[in-house]
């Protein structure tokens, strides 16, 4: 693990045309030890690096603190050689076992889960194509089902989950309109296992991209068992959640644990993307896929000590929309392009998604149709995926309730998600906030007023 610090360029080297451009401590040393990204041309590497520019991934390696340092090379002599990685396998059947259906909605236990106690929740209109056809009432049941699992998942003491809702049909989906809800690992209660986080995002946002899984292996005899396990489950009636499950009291000391290797794990995937756009790699430190299986005695602590999707400052600097009790902000943080991701938040304080009201269930269905609509008129081409962290476990740093809303883009997603999350690159500058809130508030408001136009009529 090198700071990453001057940008330099070699010139010409002794046998054949080699052209190196690094990012390391600046030492020539410290270059000969990094790994080596090789491309034939110019050219391989630019179309490699789609659709960020050459000097802005250099940029994102520089600045970084403490990641794995990385050089390009242009050698005219490359052949690529694959370094043998792990290969994703796919999800299967993720509407395998039916557990529990109503009028609109059939919950599943997928044949092969992503961690224990994952679930698929399918809409039984089988014309739904997106979130632009899913009725007021039939998101209001998808809201009380995922209640109704929490006060299920609290018996096995699962206390946070991932709720990912998707656009368009992923792999394993089997062409329906489905949401995925995504618990933390056992033993993960509360702590932030930062490589179960990596992969959770990987497998979320960039499903079919062919690269480096770090599985939680699960027995097909549990996997049995707990399909058995939630179809009594759902026949039952749970205790009711009560304050203590439904809030988080601030100030909050959040814990997160193996960051360093989060950190081999996404270096180990974007070496695999460059070697699959051509590029030879040289020097790639030993990895191995392996899923962390309990919490270290040294956890990394933040204490947070309010809200800030409740600050003025920060409501006026990120506010693009608001529509009744919900507000739409731009997302802080710097993302592959402008106007790619936003949240959806109510405006009263509530930390939890089981702690919305009907009123603010309803308007954020209509706000996240109205944005999606409009992310895909302004990114042609790309996906939409809502995705709400709802607990410390599972990455949630704000405990206000809000769905990040995210345009991407199945061909590139990979590489920028990847880049972004091992470099961090910062925040959004007040030109692109100024700029986001003009184009995209307006389109909104004109969204919105037609969604609830043909919601009267309907």
Not at 1 to 14: D, Q
Not at 397 to 413: I, L, W
Request: one cysteine or more.
């Amino acid at each position: 693990m090198k700071k990453a610090g001057k940008i330099g360029l070699l010139a010409l080297l002794a046998g054949g045309l080699v052209t190196s451009l690094w990012a390391s401590d600046g030492s020539a040393d410290a270059a000969k030890s990094d790994t080596t990204v090789a491309f034939s041309t110019k050219a391989d590497l630019e179309k490699a690096l789609t659709p960020l520019g050459v000097e802005e991934v250099l940029g994102h390696i520089a600045a970084a603190t403490a990641s794995n340092a990385l050089n390009f090379e242009i050698d005219g002599s490359v052949t690529a050689e694959k370094i043998s990685p792990l290969r994703n396998p796919g999800v299967g059947n993720l509407l395998k076992t039916e557990v529990y259906h109503t009028g609109a909605l059939t919950v599943f236990c997928p044949e092969t889960p992503r961690v224990p106690h994952h679930l698929t929740i399918a809409f039984n209109r089988r014309d739904i194509k997106g979130f632009a056809d899913i009725t007021g009432e039939e998101n209001a049941e998808l809201f009380a089902t995922i209640k109704r699992v929490a006060e299920i998942y609290k018996t096995v003491s699962v206390r946070g989950f991932v709720i990912a809702q998707f656009d368009t049909p992923q792999d394993g989906h089997l062409g329906r309109c489905v949401v995925e809800l995504i618990p933390h690992l056992p033993g993960f209660s509360d702590v932030k296992n930062i490589v179960d986080k990596v992969d959770c995002n990987r497998y979320v946002l960039f499903r079919g991209a062919n690269i480096s899984p770090v599985p939680y292996r699960i027995r097909k005899a549990s996997v049995l068992q707990q399909s058995m396990f939630w179809q009594a489950a759902f026949q039952k009636q749970h205790p009711p959640l009560v304050e203590s499950d439904t809030q988080i009291t601030l100030p909050y000391t959040r814990k997160e644990s193996h960051q360093a290797e989060a950190e081999k794990v996404l270096f180990h995937q974007l070496v695999e993307i460059f070697q699959d756009a051509g590029a030879r790699i040289s020097n790639v430190p030993l990895f191995e896929a392996r899923m962390p299986n309990r919490v270290p005695e040294t956890v990394k602590s933040v204490t947070t000590t309010k809200c800030a999707f409740c600050d003025t400052a920060v409501i006026e600097r990120q506010l693009v929309h608001e529509y009744e009790d919900v507000n739409i902000f731009y997302n802080i943080r710097k993302g592959a392009k402008p106007g790619s991701c936003f949240l959806i938040l109510p405006k009263r304080h509530t930390e939890k998604v089981y702690g919305l009201n009907s009123s603010e269930i309803h308007n954020i269905g209509v706000v996240r149709k109205a944005l999606a609509e409009v992310i895909k008129e302004t990114h042609p081409g790309c996906e939409v995926i809502v995705y709400i962290q709802d607990d410390p476990a599972v990455g949630q740093t704000v405990f206000h309730s809000h769905e990040q809303v995210v345009a991407v883009d199945p061909k590139t997603m990979a590489l920028t998600w990847t880049i972004m999350s091992l470099y961090p690159s910062g925040y959004v500058s007040d030109e692109e906030m100024l700029k986001v809130r003009k184009e995209f508030g307006a389109k909104l408001g004109q969204k919105i007023k037609e969604i609830t136009v043909q919601e009267k009529s309907a």
